[in-house]
């Protein structure tokens, strides 16, 4: 099933990725597809690699745990884009290669520590709410250079980028504003810390042809690709057709 709906949607994807990336004058090679599995059941995660999408997203903990335990860390790029409670965040250690969403100081400090503990390092994105929406999670605009040098001086922590969910709705203008926010703020962020690294993880099923034309390096994708998540459908640990 989700092998075949990958035929018909991943060229169609990356044929948007490849319009809105040229229109900005980049390369498509410059955004990096995030398959989102999380919902999913292993055959979905299976299918995204035998159609070549290495990079893998989950949103919560547990169900990142089971699929690792399942597939493995060699050939797979694991993403944590969902909200991390504090007390899950050691799992994360040696696990997820990139946590989209530190979008607290006291989640950057508890996430640190257990890197520095496991004597290991983090990479991460530090959320942002270029929105102002107050349901969504992330560093208030405003203080956002701030937070971000403060979670770059965490000793654990490799501070890759930054990440922003836009409100969801169609209107160009307020989602290539939200995009754009995001932008300006990394790039006032590396003019006081050249450490924080250039990734812009923006862009949904929804939004993806803004975000890529607004800056994004990293997109999150996933019922673009696999489809919603159909009641029933087994868990993530279980195989299914």
């Given at each position: 099933?989700?092998?075949e709906?990958?035929?018909e949607?991943?060229?169609?994807?990356?044929?948007?990725?490849?319009?809105?990336?040229?229109?900005?004058?980049?390369?498509?090679?410059?955004?990096?597809?995030?398959?989102?599995?999380?919902?999913?059941?292993l055959?979905?995660?299976r299918?995204?690699?035998?159609?070549?999408?290495t990079?893998?997203?989950?949103?919560?903990?547990?169900?990142?745990?089971?699929?690792?335990?399942?597939?493995?860390r060699?050939?797979?790029?694991?993403?944590?884009?969902?909200?991390?409670q504090?007390?899950?965040?050691?799992?994360?250690v040696?696990?997820?290669?990139l946590?989209?969403?530190?979008?607290?100081?006291?989640?950057?400090?508890?996430?640190?520590?257990?890197?520095v503990?496991?004597?290991?390092?983090?990479s991460?994105?530090?959320?942002?709410?270029?929105?102002?929406?107050?349901?969504?999670?992330?560093?208030?605009?405003?203080?956002?250079?701030?937070?971000?040098?403060?979670?770059?001086?965490?000793?654990?922590?490799?501070?890759?980028?930054?990440?922003?969910?836009?409100?969801?709705?169609?209107?160009?203008?307020?989602?290539?504003?939200?995009?754009?926010?995001?932008?300006?703020?990394?790039?006032?962020v590396?003019?006081?810390?050249?450490?924080?690294?250039?990734?812009l993880s923006?862009?949904?099923?929804?939004?993806?042809?803004?975000?890529?034309?607004?800056?994004?390096?990293?997109?999150?994708?996933?019922?673009?690709?696999?489809?919603?998540?159909?009641?029933?459908?087994?868990?993530?640990g279980?195989?299914?057709?």
């Open positions: 099933m989700y092998a709906r990958l035929q949607t991943l060229p169609r994807v990356r044929e948007v990725i490849r319009d809105a990336a040229h229109a900005a004058g980049r390369t498509e090679e410059s955004v990096r597809l995030v398959a989102v599995t999380k919902g999913h059941p055959a979905a995660v299918a995204a690699l035998a159609a070549g999408l990079d893998l997203g989950e949103n919560r903990v547990g169900e990142l745990e089971e699929k690792v335990r399942a597939v493995g060699e050939g797979v790029r694991w993403h944590m884009i969902g909200h991390v504090r007390r899950k965040a050691p799992a994360l040696g696990l997820a290669h946590v989209h969403s530190v979008d607290r100081i006291a989640l950057a400090e508890r996430l640190g520590r257990a890197a503990a496991a004597q290991s390092e983090v991460v994105l530090v959320q942002v709410n270029t929105s102002g929406e107050e349901a969504k999670g992330g560093f208030p605009l405003r203080e956002a250079v701030e937070g971000v040098l403060r979670v770059a001086e965490t000793a654990g922590l490799r501070v890759e980028g930054l990440m922003t969910m836009a409100p969801y709705v169609d209107d160009e203008r307020v989602l290539r504003q939200a995009f754009g926010r995001l932008r300006e703020a990394l790039a006032d590396r003019r006081h810390d050249a450490r924080v690294g250039g990734e923006m862009g949904m099923s929804n939004d993806l042809r803004w975000a890529v034309e607004e800056g994004s390096t990293m997109v999150r994708i996933g019922t673009a690709l696999l489809g919603p998540r159909t009641p029933g459908e087994a868990p993530a279980r195989e299914v057709g």
